[in-house]
């Protein structure tokens, strides 16, 4: 596609096929900022590349958004949870603006995300660094005592999660003192998290001026694997508290731009608390179905909403809004399934648990 001089000249930062050909057929200026072993590719196929090892931290870090700067490249889009420090780096000088660093390790450290989070009013479980066994032997008792457990009562349940990790990865369930002793002393310090009983969902939200651009909500096939959109029913009928707990989000975090990907729980009783936040494209081939049930590219939005000289978010006609059918929704969300849970030697279930009601969609 004819690329318009006067929008944003946009880099990105990692490796997907699926996101370089949406910047191939968009109107903006793109550049592929990857390691080197993309180098080959990018020449056949003559895609503009840079070769960057982000596993590389040193003196010469900075060298990346001084060369980014000087070709002219206005804003870097991270597509991997490991390249959203280096995205608030790059654009920290970029666009002028130092805070756009700290911002982004607040994006990536999940026991700093929580504390902002609650100085924001949001709600969260309970939560606690820990730096060796001793830590999470403690925070485990600590949590039963105060739930008022009782000798003989079974122990809720605590989360071990790493800092800087993205989705599942590194997650441990704790239920005993005898099972700390399984946590390999090389996974410390981890965050520690008391256990949420409720029903966990994704957010997509496009941002742009501080403000919702387009708030998708996806539900879980199979936590942690797999998720179908659009969510059914019974969750759409949360989206004006979704949008609320969204917005509430945004001030928090002060976000002016840019996609985030929060994940949220909502009680029996209908109180949302919030899990945790990644400012980057979801996994499970969410962008994917975005595309098939809204009819719009979630990468090309993405590139619309970084975009710093773009002034007007086109909302109405890049957002727009459609929604699959049941015979459409279905298969897919359940072939994503198949492909996740195989891939990842697990088994899967002969009577998947899919929300019935997905047949009122329309």
Same mark, same amino acid.
């Given at each position: 596609?004819?690329?318009?001089?006067?929008?944003?000249?946009?880099?990105?930062l990692?490796?997907?096929?699926?996101?370089?050909?949406?910047?191939?057929?968009?109107?903006?200026r793109y550049?592929?900022?990857?390691?080197?072993?993309?180098? =080959?590719?990018?020449?056949k196929?003559?895609?503009?590349?840079?070769?960057?090892?982000?596993?590389?931290?040193?003196?010469?870090?900075?060298?990346?958004?001084?060369?980014?700067?000087?070709?002219?490249?206005?804003?870097?889009?991270?597509?991997? @949870?490991?390249?959203?420090?280096?995205?608030?780096?790059?654009?920290?000088?970029?666009?002028?603006?130092?805070?756009?660093?700290?911002?982004?390790?607040?994006?990536?450290?999940?026991?700093?995300?929580?504390?902002?989070?609650?100085?924001?009013?949001?709600r969260v479980?309970?939560? =606690?660094?820990?730096?060796?066994?001793?830590?999470?032997?403690?925070?485990?008792k600590?949590?039963?005592?105060?739930?008022?457990?009782?000798d003989?009562?079974?122990?809720?349940?605590?989360?071990?999660?790493a800092?800087?990790?993205?989705?599942?990865?590194?997650?441990?369930?704790?239920?005993?003192?005898? @099972?700390?002793?399984?946590?390999?002393?090389?996974?410390?310090?981890?965050?520690? @998290?008391?256990?949420?009983?409720?029903?966990?969902?994704?957010? @997509?939200?496009?941002i742009?001026?501080?403000?919702?651009?387009?708030?998708?909500?996806?539900?879980?096939?199979?936590?942690?694997?797999?998720?179908?959109?659009?969510?059914?029913?019974?969750?759409?009928?949360y989206?004006?508290?979704?949008?609320?707990?969204?917005?509430?989000?945004?001030?928090?975090?002060?976000?002016?731009?840019?996609?985030?990907?929060? =994940?949220?729980f909502?009680?029996?009783d209908? =109180?949302?608390?919030?899990?945790?936040?990644?400012?980057?494209?979801?996994?499970?081939k969410?962008?994917?179905?975005?595309?098939?049930?809204?009819?719009?590219?979630?990468?090309?939005?993405?590139?619309l909403v970084?975009?710093?000289?773009?002034?007007?978010?086109r909302s109405?006609?890049?957002?727009?809004?459609?929604?699959?059918?049941?015979?459409?929704?279905?298969?897919?969300?359940?072939?994503?399934?198949?492909?996740?849970?195989?891939?990842?030697?697990?088994?899967?279930?002969?009577?998947?648990?899919?929300?019935?009601?997905?047949?009122?969609?329309?």
């Amino acid at each position: 596609m004819q690329k318009d001089p006067n929008k944003g000249y946009i880099a990105l930062l990692g490796w997907s096929l699926n996101a370089i050909e949406a910047a191939e057929n968009f109107d903006r200026r793109y550049i592929v900022i990857a390691p080197d072993w993309a180098e =080959e590719y990018c020449q056949k196929h003559d895609i503009p590349y840079v070769p960057w090892n982000f596993e590389r931290l040193n003196d010469r870090s900075m060298e990346i958004a001084e060369t980014l700067k000087e070709k002219g490249v206005d804003v870097a889009i991270p597509l991997y @949870e490991e390249t959203v420090e280096w995205a608030g780096a790059i654009n920290s000088l970029l666009l002028d603006n130092p805070r756009i660093y700290g911002q982004s390790l607040l994006l990536r450290d999940k026991a700093l995300m929580k504390r902002r989070a609650q100085l924001g009013g949001i709600r969260v479980g309970i939560f =606690e660094e820990a730096h060796d066994k001793e830590d999470v032997v403690r925070f485990l008792k600590r949590v039963n005592q105060t739930l008022l457990k009782l000798d003989g009562d079974p122990n809720d349940p605590i989360h071990l999660k790493a800092f800087d990790k993205a989705g599942c990865l590194g997650h441990r369930v704790i239920r005993t003192p005898d @099972e700390v002793d399984t946590i390999p002393d090389e996974e410390f310090p981890v965050l520690m @998290e008391s256990h949420l009983d409720g029903w966990e969902f994704a957010v @997509e939200a496009w941002i742009h001026d501080g403000k919702i651009a387009f708030l998708n909500i996806s539900e879980y096939v199979t936590l942690g694997y797999s998720v179908f959109v659009p969510a059914s029913p019974e969750l759409e009928i949360y989206r004006e508290q979704i949008t609320q707990q969204i917005e509430k989000l945004i001030k928090a975090f002060d976000i002016e731009f840019g996609l985030i990907h929060p =994940e949220y729980f909502v009680t029996s009783d209908g =109180e949302m608390y919030f899990g945790e936040v990644a400012y980057r494209p979801p996994g499970f081939k969410v962008f994917e179905l975005l595309e098939r049930v809204y009819g719009f590219n979630a990468y090309q939005a993405s590139m619309l909403v970084f975009d710093p000289k773009n002034h007007q978010t086109r909302s109405g006609q890049l957002f727009s809004r459609k929604k699959w059918s049941m015979p459409t929704a279905l298969p897919v969300a359940l072939a994503f399934t198949h492909a996740v849970v195989w891939s990842a030697a697990w088994k899967f279930p002969k009577r998947p648990k899919i929300t019935p009601t997905l047949s009122l969609m329309s």
